[in-house]
Structure formats: C-alpha cells, structure tokens
C-alpha cells in the first residue's frame, strides 16, 4: 500500500516485496535533522533512491514502492485529508459565425429557388437584360 502521509517519524520501519523476495528499510534521523532511509546498511536520502537501489538502479516512486510495516488498510497510519477539488464546469460550446452571404459577381451563375445553377444563364446577361 502506497504511503499517503509523508511526515514519517524516525524509527519506523517500511517494507516492500520485489521480485518475490522482502525488502525492509529504516527511517533514521540524521545530524542535521533530515531524515535517512536505511537497506542494508546503506543509506539513501529518500524512499525513492532506497527504492532504486532495491530495483538494481531503475528509476522508482518510493512513496508507492514502500508500505509502513503492519499497515493493512491504512488505518494503523494517520492520513493527511485528501484535496478538495474544485467541480468540474461543463466547456461551453464554442459557436462559429455563420459565413457572411456574398453578393453575386459579375460572371457568377443564377442560381434559382432550389439552390441549382439555371442553365446558361449568368450574372452579366441578366444584368444586361
């Protein structure tokens, strides 16, 4: 199960399972306050790298590599709230003006009622008549 709180205090203890085999990581305070993450001696300084190293170097999202030990549903851990989203408005239709109707040009074909060309006939002819 992912890690949903952050905030890990030294002295817990996550595990994971890779390739059919248990890997265990410590949460360790340092010196200068920062928090390590110990496997196998070794220390990294973050769940993703300790993460890595367990994977022979691939890159790796330790917060969703590592559980908290004895965690089953989350309910041993304290979870931060989960975000508040903002409701999802519908897209408003974006609406294309209508082509401006074009005036007939000298040359152009009379079209009559149902929208056909009349045959032979054209603008200049009709208006010479």
Not at 48 to 69: D, H, P
Request: with cysteine; aromatic share 6%.
């Amino acid at each position: 199960m992912a890690i949903e709180n952050r905030n890990l205090p030294a002295g817990t203890r996550l595990v994971a399972n890779y390739k059919k085999q248990a890997f265990a990581c410590t949460v360790e305070a340092e010196a200068d306050g920062k928090l390590a993450y110990v496997v196998d001696g070794k220390r990294y300084k973050s769940p993703s790298s300790a993460g890595s190293a367990v994977m022979g170097g691939s890159a790796c999202n330790g917060w969703r590599f590592w559980s908290v030990e004895g965690a089953t549903d989350g309910a041993d851990v304290p979870v931060a709230a989960p975000k508040e989203r903002k409701p999802r408005t519908p897209a408003s239709p974006r609406e294309k003006p209508a082509p401006e109707a074009t005036q007939p040009q000298a040359g152009d074909y009379l079209i009559d009622s149902d929208g056909r060309p009349i045959e032979g006939a054209t603008t200049e002819e009709a208006a010479t008549e």
